[in-house]
């Protein structure tokens, strides 16, 4: 069997399954959706007030905020990389808007300027985008290992929003009219056609990351990256550009969901996110994504953003303590790692020769490729 046939073989034999209608392919296909369907009917029967529009809106909500971190989660791990990050980038996210909110002053000319709304969104996202820079270059350039890289970023990230504030909360983001800085609440508070703003953002940049992941070069670059990283590089993909990137887009994401969270509590405090980045991580995997990188869709991460969300609201509801919650969340997540191992585990792999076998014998009516040939059939199955 030669590598491009190992390569191929996977999506091949999931595709094969389907043509049987296997009910068990079908089920570990579909379950994320599948899991919401059950979590929606055992929560209204559960509560009167849990299946109502109103009730839907308000935990699209906070849905939003698992998503926007979930997409940005998701485009790193189809890397096959992680991001520990998230949950202290949306916190200073939040910091860096009360922050300008609350007036910037120039002690050199003895003024307080207070910047527009919309000045303080691209500042934001701007600090979101630097902190992902800097992780990816760890990454991509110096080679350290995402997890380290990330992990000392969300330690770092998370004590200059600390030292922003000296642990303190901003409050009263609303701005005054006479500053010119109102309009801060609109992100968290209007609602388009009765849908809240962050879920219209949400599925707006969903739309853009799906267009990019199936229609663009960077899409087919990302998934060849993460499936195979050396048979992308020989194929002349780059590998460390696409590596930094993805990381960027992730910071940028977490800040717009900071934005987004700290509008809808009027209020911005440097904690804010902590262990988000587990939800952001628990959101991509319980859409069918793998952690190894380049299995993935933006489809299955809202959907699993809408399991974590309703669940964690539908429990609330119904009056579990915390500590319960914690308990449910968690095992919800192993048994979507479960689903994914045994999903994965149960597609085609090529036969291993044992100690003492034979070497294969040539196929007469196949010809020999050069290496950059065949890593670029195997990057084009992607």
């Not at 199936?214 to 993909?237: C, D, I, M, P, Q």
């Not at 968690?330 to 044992?354: E, Q």
């Amino acid at each position: 069997m030669n590598k491009t046939q190992v390569a191929t073989q996977p999506q091949g034999a999931s595709k094969s399954r389907f043509a049987g209608l296997d009910p068990i392919a079908i089920l570990l296909e579909g379950r994320a959706f599948f899991a919401l369907i059950i979590i929606i009917v055992v929560f209204s029967c559960l509560s009167p007030n849990y299946f109502t529009l109103g009730n839907f809106l308000t935990m699209s909500s906070h849905v939003a905020i698992y998503g926007l971190l979930g997409l940005g989660m998701l485009l790193v791990i189809l890397n096959g990389g992680i991001d520990l990050s998230v949950g202290s980038t949306l916190g200073l996210s939040g910091v860096m808007a009360g922050f300008f909110m609350n007036g910037v002053t120039v002690d050199a000319l003895g003024v307080t300027m207070y910047p527009p709304v919309w000045v303080v969104v691209i500042l934001c996202c701007g600090v979101g985008g630097l902190v992902g820079l800097i992780n990816g270059i760890l990454i991509a350039r110096f080679r350290v290992p995402a997890f380290v890289a990330t992990l000392g970023s969300l330690y770092t990230v998370r004590g200059i929003a600390l030292l922003t504030t000296n642990g303190l909360t901003y409050n009263n983001l609303g701005g005054n009219e006479a500053l010119g800085n109102t309009g801060f609440d609109w992100l968290g508070f209007n609602r388009l056609f009765n849908i809240p703003v962050g879920v219209l953002v949400l599925f707006g940049l969903a739309i853009i990351a799906s267009i990019v992941l199936n229609k663009t070069a960077f899409g087919r670059w990302l998934y060849a990256s993460g499936g195979n990283e050396r048979a992308a590089r020989l194929s002349g993909v780059p590998v460390k550009r696409v590596q930094v990137l993805v990381y960027v887009l992730s910071g940028v994401c977490a800040a717009i969901a900071g934005l987004i969270l700290s509008s809808e509590l009027t209020s911005a405090g440097p904690t804010a996110g902590t262990t988000y980045e587990l939800t952001a991580i628990a959101t991509v995997v319980i859409g069918g994504a793998a952690l190894t990188g380049g299995i993935g869709n933006v489809r299955g991460t809202l959907l699993g953003a809408f399991v974590i969300g309703f669940l964690s609201d539908g429990l609330v509801i119904i009056g579990v303590s915390a500590y319960w919650q914690m308990v449910f969340t968690g095992a919800v997540i192993v048994l979507a790692v479960l689903l994914n191992s045994i999903d994965y585990s149960g597609r085609a792999k090529p036969a291993k020769p044992g100690k003492n076998s034979p070497p294969p014998k040539p196929d007469p009516g196949q010809t020999s490729q050069p290496a950059t040939g065949e890593a670029t059939q195997a990057t084009r199955t992607h």
